[in-house]
């Protein structure tokens, strides 16, 4: 990631065919702004399988967690995020809740949710890695691009920086 961020703003006046994503999200770690490669999991109230997605490595890219809106279980704690870290993905983003949010504050790369909830997640293994998501009013693929700030959340076939 380069030091300049990238604004939302600026993109979608440079780039009016992007998809906006109309989902209000709140920002738990050190980065607002953040962009990458997008890789998808589709899940509900259980997160059994995104460890094994971060521990792939994450330079360039940014894992984008669609858990239905549910603010019943979170779906990432403080550890899973420093493990995010750690793996050096750019950003996480979750249709979903998070929970430890006073370990996110130090965490260096983006994590954005629509809430807070103090459950765990269940592991059932019902968790759908690469596949198209559906939420805040646009599909989003594996392979697009990701750009997020603190205006929100875009996203693009291609990618639309250097």
Not at 55 to 70: F, I, P, Q, T
Not at 85 to 112: A, P, S
Request: include cysteine.
């Amino acid at each position: 990631m380069s030091d300049k961020p990238l604004y939302t703003a600026d993109l979608c006046d440079d780039h009016p065919d992007v998809r906006v994503c109309q989902l209000t999200f709140i920002d738990f770690a050190k980065r607002s702004h953040f962009h990458g490669q997008i890789t998808t999991f589709s899940t509900f109230e259980d997160n059994q399988g995104i460890r094994e997605i971060l521990a792939e490595g994450g330079k360039g890219r940014v894992l984008v967690v669609d858990g239905r809106a549910s603010r019943r279980r979170a779906l990432t704690g403080g550890n899973i995020a420093a493990e995010a870290e750690q793996h050096g993905w750019e950003g996480l983003v979750y249709n979903g809740c998070i929970r430890d949010q006073h370990e996110f504050v130090d965490l260096d790369l983006g994590v954005k949710a629509i809430a807070t909830t103090p459950m765990r997640p269940r592991v059932d293994g019902i968790g759908l890695r690469d596949v198209d998501l559906n939420f805040g009013g646009i599909v989003i693929r594996p392979g697009e691009f990701l750009y997020a700030d603190k205006d929100g959340v875009i996203v693009s076939e291609k990618k639309l920086h250097d």
